[in-house]
């Protein structure tokens, strides 16, 4: 960088150093791709995170007010030791009694969660706005792009939220039913146990569909102008299609959220919530959804552009790079500091010992055959200049 251009120049202009822009250095698959999003734009995600808590902090406040004030307060009330003489008369089936007391307050906390998911589901459209933008390479300003993403998609994502939050809010209460109530004999002759194994693998098993079909409903919503019926029949047909590798993108997905479960990592895993777990759930879930939308669906509509954001390479451009490849292959790396062994030495001629007793002929015998092994090492040595000029040509070359 050249002398006296100070700070204000670095901050708009850049570093001079630097090499210009050039679309092969583009990454050329979505790994590449999240990772050059995630490390390269990391302060965008960060805003952008912040602004999603933003929209999800009621969401967030009635889960945190019922799991760990309300349930927990309403529990220790009860009279867990029995009738000692003191305090509460001893009651029969208080286990039924915290079943009935915890799901009374879910009851009430999935009524309060459901229009606080409706606000969330504004947030969500202006971060998949500008995730989408990132991901696509192009000029992003997070505050303007996010208002415009909520301007342009309100109307998706709102129908979508709250279609989605009524279907989550409903599993969850079939899931708190059979996890609290389902576990006293029944009127009918079918087992109990039974019944609510299969009934809590059936709300998993919702769970995890529902969870598939808010990934595309949200990454077609930004995307596309579809309907409401569009978007849904689209998201249930590809969240069971591709259901394996959706488990494991889910799974990924909420690694900053399972870090809250571990107490010896929890403070870790809240500084992630806090500073970027919704952006890398988002950023995650776009790069994925136009891998499959690039697959699936771009070749049915007129006018799609697939594999925005990457550098597909031409054929010119692999030919180039095949014949770099197999140039640097045939080229023998020679180090400068390493000096090849001299055969003479061990394999030339050699010299023949002086006896104890010698004469005048041995010395000159001697005398000679060190002449003979010096030539031949001079030799030696010409024959490895001569190769390291060849070897320098054919770089150049």
């Not at 769970?207 to 998201?235: D, E, G, P, R």
């Amino acid at each position: 960088m050249a002398k006296g251009k100070g700070l204000i120049y670095r901050l708009t202009m850049g570093r001079d150093d630097r090499p210009d822009f050039e679309t092969s250095k583009l990454p050329s698959n979505r790994f590449q791709l999240f990772k050059d999003v995630f490390f390269m734009r990391l302060g965008a995600l960060v805003k952008i995170n912040l602004l999603v808590l933003l929209f999800a902090f009621p969401a967030i406040a009635v889960i945190v007010v019922f799991t760990m004030f309300i349930n927990p307060m309403m529990i220790s009330t009860l009279p867990f030791s029995g009738n000692l003489g003191i305090g509460y008369p001893q009651v029969e089936e208080l286990n039924l009694v915290v079943s009935s007391i915890t799901f009374a307050n879910n009851i009430v906390m999935y009524a309060l969660l459901a229009p606080a998911l409706l606000i969330a589901s504004i947030g969500l459209a202006g971060a998949f706005n500008v995730i989408k933008l990132l991901a696509w390479g192009e000029g992003v300003s997070v505050l303007s792009h996010f208002f415009i993403g909520i301007k342009k998609h309100f109307k998706q994502f709102f129908l979508c939220g709250l279609i989605f939050s009524l279907l989550i809010t409903i599993t969850a209460f079939n899931l708190q039913f059979f996890i609290n109530v389902v576990s006293n004999p029944l009127p009918f002759s079918f087992p109990p146990t039974l019944l609510r194994v299969l009934g809590i693998a059936f709300c998993i098993i919702s769970f995890v569909v529902l969870a598939c079909m808010v990934m595309f409903a949200t990454t077609q919503a930004s995307t596309y102008k579809l309907s409401l019926w569009a978007l849904i029949k689209n998201s249930f047909l590809l969240s069971l299609a591709l259901f394996p590798q959706n488990i494991i993108i889910l799974l990924i997905s909420f690694i900053p959220f399972a870090l809250l479960m571990f107490p010896f990592v929890n403070m870790i895993g809240m500084m992630l919530m806090l500073a970027i777990s919704f952006s890398f759930i988002i950023l995650l879930w776009t790069v994925y959804a136009h891998h499959i939308f690039d697959k699936f669906i771009n070749d049915r509509i007129e006018g799609a552009e697939k594999n925005k954001g990457l550098h597909m390479p031409t054929q010119e451009e692999k030919e180039a790079r095949e014949e770099r490849r197999r140039k640097a292959t045939n080229i023998r790396f020679v180090n400068p500091k390493k000096k090849k062994p001299v055969s003479s030495v061990e394999e030339g001629s050699e010299i023949a010992p002086l006896a104890s007793t010698f004469n005048r002929a041995d010395l000159q015998r001697l005398a000679e055959e060190k002449e003979t092994v010096k030539q031949e090492i001079d030799k030696e040595y010409e024959d490895i200049e001569r190769d390291d000029e060849d070897v320098k040509e054919e770089q150049e070359v």
